[in-house]
């Protein structure tokens, strides 16, 4: 097998080593040592004790990290973040060849991490996602995640901001202090609620506290893992926001290449027939986000399915699209 898939593969493996899964990567292992892969099976050993030992650590200590605290005991009533487990990341995505090459260094510098460090050397682990609805910036950081073998929370600012704040504060203080011990992919979601919380009848004098505590923790950041945020509205963060990122990253609307690579992306799931030629369909789509490019071509996946046919036509293609249109001409 390809030495670099296998090293991802080993990467996602986590667990006990009475695992079935960890008793076949010794296997492999011992296979590829027999082999006289003597540096590949190093590597490969590396990886699985450094996961199984994060594992262990993470299966310790998470439950109570990402649970929150509260002063009256009702400690799982405002989780701060939540976890969403490896087989549920999206990470199928469709990228320009700019943004693709981005999130490929983010993860080959994260995974050369140790090498980096002899130089004196960091990778890059504050990422910031900008852009408009339906891109690709939540299922973005999830992909990261998937790729790079770590373990993927999600902070629920909503939580956050509508739990007592004061609370709050020192709950978020306690997360970013407690996953310096652990690994992970952490996501702060849909960030520019900070800003836009202003109009939330909260206080302004507390607002300002949270805004300079998540600048705060931002700054001093310095967790084994990664954190990446993500926002609409470029406009509503300041620049000192901004400034306190390793890399701020577009994920702009669609291209007509990638509009292409979505649809054949998304039916390549069906195994009905079609009989599509996409390409004249690229201009009609082309300003949509990938999102409703996807539920365009699921629905019309469903509707063959559900009607019983043996096949997709272009015809419930042209309606689909058309009744897209409609809808958001009439928004
Ligand atoms: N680049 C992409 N490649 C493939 N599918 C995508 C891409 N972007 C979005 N999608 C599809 O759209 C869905 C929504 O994407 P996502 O949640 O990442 O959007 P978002 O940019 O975070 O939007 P919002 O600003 O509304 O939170 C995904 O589950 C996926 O089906
Ligand atoms: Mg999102």
């Avoid at 986590?14 to 008793?23: L, Q």
């Avoid at 993860?107 to 140790?114: I, L, N, P």
């Avoid at 900070?194 to 206080?203: E, V």
């Avoid at 390409?279 to 399915?305: F, H, P, R, W």
Wanted: aromatic fraction near 8%.
């Amino acid at each position: 097998m390809n030495k670099d898939i296998l090293k991802r593969l080993f990467r996602s493996i986590d667990g006990n080593p009475e695992d079935d899964i960890v008793k076949v990567a010794y296997d492999i292992i011992k296979d590829e040592e027999e082999k006289g892969h003597h540096v590949l099976s190093k590597q490969l050993s590396a990886i699985l004790e450094e996961n199984l030992q994060t594992s262990k650590k993470l299966g310790k200590e998470l439950k109570d990290i990402f649970s929150g605290s509260s002063a009256k005991g009702n400690a799982k009533e405002f989780p701060l973040a939540v976890q969403i487990p490896r087989d549920k990341l999206r990470h199928e995505m469709v990228l320009s060849k700019e943004i693709e090459g981005k999130f490929q260094r983010i993860e080959k510098e994260f995974v050369a991490r140790a090498r980096l460090a002899k130089h004196g050397l960091r990778p890059k682990q504050k990422i910031l996602f900008f852009g408009p609805p339906g891109c690709g910036k939540s299922m973005g950081a999830e992909r990261l995640a998937w790729n790079i073998g770590l373990p993927f929370y999600k902070v629920r600012f909503e939580a956050v901001i509508s739990s007592y704040l004061g609370e709050s504060l020192i709950n978020l203080k306690k997360l970013f202090d407690n996953i310096t011990h652990v690994p992970c992919v952490l996501l702060l979601d849909e960030f520019d609620i900070i800003a836009k919380s202003r109009n939330y009848g909260q206080d302004v004098g507390e607002m300002h506290r949270l805004v300079n505590m998540v600048l705060f923790l931002l700054e001093e950041y310095n967790a084994p893992g990664l954190l990446v945020a993500t926002t609409n509205l470029e406009t509503s963060l300041d620049k000192a926001v901004f400034r306190r990122f390793d890399e701020v990253i577009e994920i702009a609307k669609p291209g007509k290449d990638e509009i292409l690579r979505l649809l054949e992306m998304t039916f390549s799931s069906t195994k009905l027939p079609k009989e599509i030629d996409f390409s004249k369909y690229l201009d009609k789509l082309d300003g949509y986000s990938s999102a409703e490019i996807v539920k365009i071509a699921e629905n019309v996946i469903k509707s063959a399915v559900i009607d019983g046919n043996s096949g997709i036509e272009s015809s419930s293609f042209d309606k689909m699209i058309n009744e897209t249109i409609r809808f958001h001409e009439n928004k």
